[in-house]
């Protein structure tokens, strides 16, 4: 856990008002999971306040989603505590379960039942009062409503992530946690998906949100970095960016035989203090700990190429959290 | 708001009736598949077993009545396992299911035959599976005048000169007319059955973790038990569907007697779906693919079908591989069904086989339910 941030309040947003009550939904502590002699989640801590939509990032195989099946409930830990909804995670699996909505990152309707029979079936499972107009009201609201019929397994990707998310909201959840909803999704229906979302975190939705992409991630009100089964940073982009301690100087133009900024990222990443050299078009990005160690590094090629100080990306700052990490894992290991 | 454990059972039997009927496939194989193997098996099989369990019941100690009995122990075609003295105790051996013949020679038969009375030997035979019993029958009279010539020499070769010495008299129960079809009929049901019963229910739950449906199924307030009293309920379906097929054909199209009552059959028939249900849920919960759902009930209906006593006696086999066939369930009913249609069993009769059945039922349900867990992984 040492990776990760000191935090005001654990929500990482804003602090609350004096005398308001923190209102954690999700409040669980060195949740730790292992398959075989691996350990895929390693003591993490996650606090998720009511209303807030969590970012939850990290590599293919950080424990992101044994992470979220520990919280709904699939997955009982092999050590740590903590309550969902105020119910404890271990004893009340299944009271968290009805108050919880989980999208799988698998497609995981029943692709031989039609796109009403499934979202009547989750109607049916959770005992809800008005089936059919409820039902009736989902269906509209996804615009299915006409192809009501069709066979839910022969939508295509962005209409199945949609039902999906409909079926998983129908019992209208406290929680609503979403493996990886967007993945192979068309940027449009991605727009439109997280409009949904930040319409449904509105009402009083809460939501954690595994995703590959930064610019879902910037979407969030706060995100949670794992790599390797630990928590390596925690808050919102600001306080992750400038917890990580990483500087960034955005050098742009060409040297004099017309090479672009862009083309000296390997030989200016071998350079002392710095910790990474990334084209971003032509543009070179080159991050590290200390600004006057960046200066120094570059200073061979500063007549010819402007450099000034940026603010580094998420993606600088993730990518340089998971290198720091790789190394630790190396070190526990050895 | 919260569904009570009937509503959610409900909704779970409701989307696998649903899913069943979408697959055309499957409804129509498990309709047909009963009436193809009535008309394969039904008319197909046929054979000729030895060393069948044999008491001889006898009532006389004359050397002849010896002879008798050497000579039927002589014979490959039996095995005489129970030797009585007590009138009617054979009977009761038949209709246990301990012997399939039983020999009663009368009392007084030696003076009779000195006398050349013709006295009267008495074979019945347990002829439910006429198999067993056809080609025995005829063993039987030529060890008895094997037996006798050799003793009726000198002054008492007279007798051996006319016709037989002896009358024997042969008496086929539970299937007087020694009909294939009415043993293995009654067999088809149980084979059936287990085939439908294990094999879905095995598929139905591997499917839904090989397409990725049950990790969400169980996300939901769905308890393990609940899944699999949702899941069987519309395979019991199924299986009365099947029963009633069966039963019917039995009846118009083949004739076969039904002696014992009829809810016992259809108490022993349930009971009998719901252990062959149980079972198909343990394999799925052992089984990582359909395929190998698939396989593992292939390995398990084989020995049902060549072992259990439907495809070949029973008797005729080995004790290892009558061992084996006692931890089938297939076994027990097969046992149960004839016993109850042609045998006419009671409740009473009925016991000892439903008990064991019950024991299975309860011991692959708790083994199931141990194994499904409500989390993934």
């Known amino acids: 856990m040492s990776g990760v941030r000191p935090l005001h309040h654990p929500s990482g947003g804003p602090p609350p008002r004096s005398g308001e009550v923190l209102d954690l939904v999700i409040d669980v502590r060195g949740l730790t999971k292992r398959f075989g002699g691996r350990t895929v989640v390693d003591a993490v801590n996650l606090s998720v306040a009511r209303g807030r939509i969590c970012g939850f990032l990290g590599p293919n195989g950080s424990g992101k989603t044994t992470t979220l099946r520990m919280i709904c409930g699939l997955l009982i830990p092999d050590a740590g505590e903590g309550t969902v909804l105020g119910q404890d995670l271990r004893a009340k699996r299944s009271a968290i379960k009805a108050r919880v909505g989980y999208m799988t990152q ?144 955005q050098g742009e133009g060409h040297l004099p035989d017309g090479t672009g900024a862009d083309r000296l990222a390997a030989a200016i990443e071998a350079r002392p203090g710095v910790a990474m050299a990334a084209p971003f078009g032509t543009a070179l990005h080159v991050c590290g700990p200390d600004m006057a160690a960046l200066h120094e590094a570059v200073a061979p090629w500063a007549d010819t190429i402007t450099f000034r100080e940026a603010v580094p990306s998420l993606e600088d700052v993730f990518i340089h959290l998971m290198r720091g990490a790789e190394d630790n894992s190396v070190v526990v290991h050895a | 708001m919260s569904a009570t454990p009937l509503q959610r059972i409900g909704a779970m039997v409701f989307k696998e009736v649903r899913q069943m009927l979408r697959d055309r496939g499957t409804v129509g194989m498990m309709l047909v598949m009963p009436l193809m193997q009535l008309m394969i098996f039904g008319y197909a099989i046929n054979n000729d077993p030895r060393g069948l369990p044999m008491a001889i019941e006898r009532g006389d100690n004359s050397v002849f009545a010896r002879s008798i009995d050497a000579a039927l122990r002589n014979t490959t075609y039996f095995k005489v396992t129970e030797l009585v003295e007590t009138p009617g105790a054979g009977d009761r051996l038949l209709q246990d299911g301990k012997v399939q013949f039983v020999v009663t020679i009368p009392p007084d038969f030696g003076r009779d035959l000195v006398r050349g009375r013709r006295p009267q030997l008495l074979v019945t035979a347990d002829a439910t599976d006429p198999a067993a019993t056809g080609p025995a029958l005829s063993a039987i009279g030529d060890a008895v005048s094997t037996a006798l010539g050799h003793d ?159 495809a070949f006696p029973y008797r005729g086999m080995p004790v290892w591989a009558q061992t084996l066939a006692e931890v089938l369930p297939t076994t027990h009913f097969i046992r149960l069904v004839r016993g109850v249609m042609l045998k006419g069993w009671g409740l009473l009769d009925a016991l000892p086989e439903m008990g064991v059945l019950a024991g299975m039922l309860v011991l692959l349900g708790s083994l199931a339910v141990r194994r499904y867990q409500d989390t993934v992984a």
């Not at chain 1, 609503?176 to 909803?181: A, F, G, I, Q, R």
């Not at chain 1, 727009?191 to 939705?205: P, S, T, Y």
């Not at chain 2, 309920?233 to 199209?253: D, E």
Request: charged share 15%.
């Open chain 1, 106 to 249: 698998k497609f995981g309707l029943f692709s031989d039942l039609t796109i009403a029979e499934n979202l009547e079936f989750f109607a049916r499972v959770h005992g809800l009062p008005r089936r059919h107009e409820r039902v009736a009201e989902a269906l509209d609201k996804l615009g299915l409503a006409t192809r009501s019929d069709q066979l839910a397994g022969k939508l295509s990707g962005g209409w199945k992530q949609r039902l999906a998310l409909a079926a998983c909201v129908l019992h209208d959840p406290e929680i609503l946690l979403l493996d990886e909803p967007t993945a192979g999704v068309d940027p449009q229906a991605r727009r439109e998906f997280w409009d949904q979302i930040h319409g449904l975190a509105a009402g009083g939705m809460t939501v954690l949100v595994s995703t590959h992409y930064m610019d879902e991630a910037e979407r969030c009100h706060e995100i949670a970095y794992i790599a390797y089964g630990r928590m390596l940073a925690r808050g919102s982009i600001a306080e992750v960016i400038s917890g990580s301690g990483l500087k960034a100087l």
């Open chain 2, 152 to 310: 009726l020499i000198g002054p008492l070769g007279a007798p051996a000169a006319g016709p037989s010495p002896v009358e024997l008299v042969l008496h086929r129960s539970y299937n007087p007319e020694g009909i294939t079809s009415h043993n293995v009929v009654p067999g088809l049901l149980a084979i059936v059955l287990s085939m439908t019963m294990v094999m879905l229910t095995a598929l139905s739950v591997t499917r839904e973790v090989e397409q990725g449906t049950m990790e969400n199924l169980l996300a939901t307030p769905l308890r393990p038990f609940e899944v699999m009293v949702g899941k069987i309920v519309p395979y019991l379906g199924i299986g009365i569907v099947q029963l009633t097929v069966i039963l019917l054909a039995a009846r118009f199209l083949f004739d076969v007697p039904f002696a014992g009552p009829l809810p016992l059959l259809l108490g022993s028939t349930l009971l009998f779906m719901v252990t062959s249900l149980g079972l198909g849920f343990t394999l799925s919960t052992l089984a990582q693919s359909q395929l190998q759902a698939m396989q593992m009930s292939f390995f398990y209906i084989l020995p049902s079908v060549l072992l259990s006593g439907f």
